[in-house]
């Protein structure tokens, strides 16, 4: 999987610069880039203004310097052979457990990268899923859970089938819980030590 997010199509012209200088910490830029800077976002929000003055300034702004709509994100499957690559789109045919596949794939990568980014290196890399994995099968979900031990991301899941046991996964601890109407519920803890699980009611 590789995910890209080049700059979406810009009428102002402005966001590859706005990104150029926010880039650079704010005690490194000279007093000019500063006055740049300003200057161009107020261009974008008084932009934003003229296309709908009935909007009001709060949401004018808030539309103008949402930079998560400067970009366009892309997903592409890679391989199977070197340099081979194809761009998800609504056209693709893809299967059903093809798609969540390529689901969390991007949303792993898309995770390690904001970990990755972090200033503090000792951040702790955790995801959450629920219901994670369904209609995937048992296989695949292995090659998926050891790609989170590849990428270093810790991680808290639902389902409700016990799996994860693998020879990609060096530890695991899942807990089935189970209950019968009008009875408590019951948990039992499964351990996997990367070779053979262990049962703990």
Same mark, same amino acid.
């Given at each position: 999987?590789?995910? $890209? &997010?080049?700059?979406?199509?810009?009428?102002?012209?402005?966001?590859?610069?706005?990104?150029?200088?926010?880039?650079?910490?704010?005690?490194?830029?000279?007093?000019?880039?500063?006055?740049?800077?300003?200057? !161009?976002?107020?261009? =974008?929000?008084?932009?934003? #203004? =003229?296309?709908?003055?009935?909007?009001?300034?709060?949401?004018? !702004? $808030?539309? @103008?310097?949402?930079?998560?709509?400067?970009?366009?994100?892309?997903?592409?499957?890679?391989?199977?052979? +070197?340099?081979?690559?194809?761009?998800?789109?609504?056209?693709?045919?893809?299967?059903?457990?093809?798609?969540?596949?390529?689901?969390?794939?991007? #949303? %792993? +990568?898309? @995770?390690?990268?904001? %970990? +990755?980014?972090? *200033?503090?290196?000792?951040? #702790? =890399? !955790?995801?959450?899923?629920?219901?994670?994995?369904?209609?995937?099968?048992?296989?695949?979900?292995?090659?998926?859970?050891?790609?989170? /031990? $590849? #990428?270093? !991301?810790?991680?808290?899941?639902?389902?409700?089938?016990? &799996?994860?046991?693998? *020879?990609?996964?060096?530890?695991?601890? /899942?807990?089935?819980?189970?209950?019968?109407?009008?009875?408590? +519920?019951?948990?039992?803890?499964?351990?996997?030590?990367?070779?053979?699980?262990?049962?703990?009611?």
């Amino acid at each position: 999987m590789e995910i $890209r &997010w080049p700059l979406a199509e810009d009428t102002a012209g402005s966001a590859a610069r706005i990104e150029e200088l926010v880039r650079t910490r704010a005690s490194a830029r000279s007093a000019d880039a500063n006055t740049e800077l300003s200057e !161009l976002l107020r261009a =974008r929000v008084e932009e934003q #203004l =003229r296309s709908d003055p009935a909007q009001g300034y709060a949401t004018a !702004l $808030r539309a @103008a310097l949402d930079h998560r709509s400067w970009h366009t994100v892309e997903v592409y499957i890679l391989g199977p052979t +070197a340099g081979e690559g194809r761009r998800i789109s609504r056209r693709a045919r893809l299967s059903q457990g093809e798609t969540r596949v390529v689901s969390y794939l991007a #949303l %792993f +990568a898309a @995770a390690d990268a904001f %970990f +990755a980014g972090l *200033p503090d290196a000792e951040a #702790l =890399r !955790l995801i959450l899923l629920d219901d994670a994995f369904a209609k995937v099968d048992e296989r695949t979900i292995g090659e998926l859970m050891a790609q989170l /031990v $590849r #990428l270093d !991301l810790d991680f808290v899941m639902t389902g409700h089938a016990l &799996w994860g046991f693998g *020879p990609g996964v060096p530890s695991l601890d /899942v807990y089935e819980v189970r209950r019968a109407e009008g009875t408590s +519920a019951i948990t039992t803890r499964v351990p996997w030590d990367g070779t053979s699980r262990h049962v703990y009611g």
